[in-house]
């Protein structure tokens, strides 16, 4: 038996991995009914692995009720992003315009919330950009956040 394209590449969306992060908090938005998970707004830390001396934080919104629950709930695009410098910045040889540095799945199968990394040469800046993309389309909803390549003090 084959396994059609659409499928296999569900499947690869559905158990591909990013960065490893750090669940902050969450606050609930919608109050469901008992039992059921609410809708709530959570905040996320992760590190690039590729650059030493940045954090960043994300929000984003999450399904709740029944579909939540279970895991099956298509949660909103929506996301925003602050990035920051917390210790001296070291950067890894072959930093790529556009990498990946963060990936969470937004739905079963089709949603991603992305981060990809770019290098302002011009304001020796690191610029995150946070955007959810489906597999058949994408949505033009996104955030973004920089970090000036600044000295530490006593570096």
């Not at 969306?13 to 992060?21: D, H, I, K, L, S």
């Not at 109050?31 to 609410?38: C, D, H, T």
């Given at each position: 038996m084959r396994f059609p394209k659409i499928l296999l590449a569900a499947l690869f969306?559905?158990?591909?991995?990013?960065?490893?992060?750090d669940d902050i908090g969450c606050v609930s938005t919608t109050?469901?009914?008992?039992?059921?998970?609410?809708d709530k707004i959570c905040v996320t830390?992760?590190?690039d692995e590729d650059v030493g001396?940045?954090?960043?934080?994300?929000?984003?919104?999450?399904?709740?009720?029944?579909?939540?629950?279970?895991?099956?709930?298509?949660?909103p695009s929506e996301a925003s992003i602050a990035c920051h410098q917390t210790g001296p910045i070291t950067i890894k040889d072959g930093l790529k315009d556009g990498e990946k540095v963060f990936k969470e799945n937004r739905s079963f199968l089709?949603?991603?919330?992305?981060?990809?990394?770019?290098?302002?040469?011009?304001?020796?800046?690191?610029v995150?950009?946070?955007?959810s993309d489906k597999i058949i389309n994408?949505?033009?909803k996104n955030a973004v956040s920089?970090?000036?390549?600044?000295?530490?003090?006593g570096e």
């Open positions: 969306v559905m158990f591909a991995t990013g960065a490893r992060a109050v469901r009914y008992l039992g059921m998970a609410n830390a992760f590190r001396g940045v954090v960043c934080h994300i929000s984003r919104a999450e399904t709740g009720g029944v579909k939540g629950k279970v895991g099956v709930a298509e949660s089709f949603k991603t919330l992305q981060v990809v990394r770019f290098y302002d040469k011009a304001n020796n800046s690191l995150y950009l946070a955007y994408g949505s033009p920089a970090v000036t390549i600044a000295p530490w003090p």
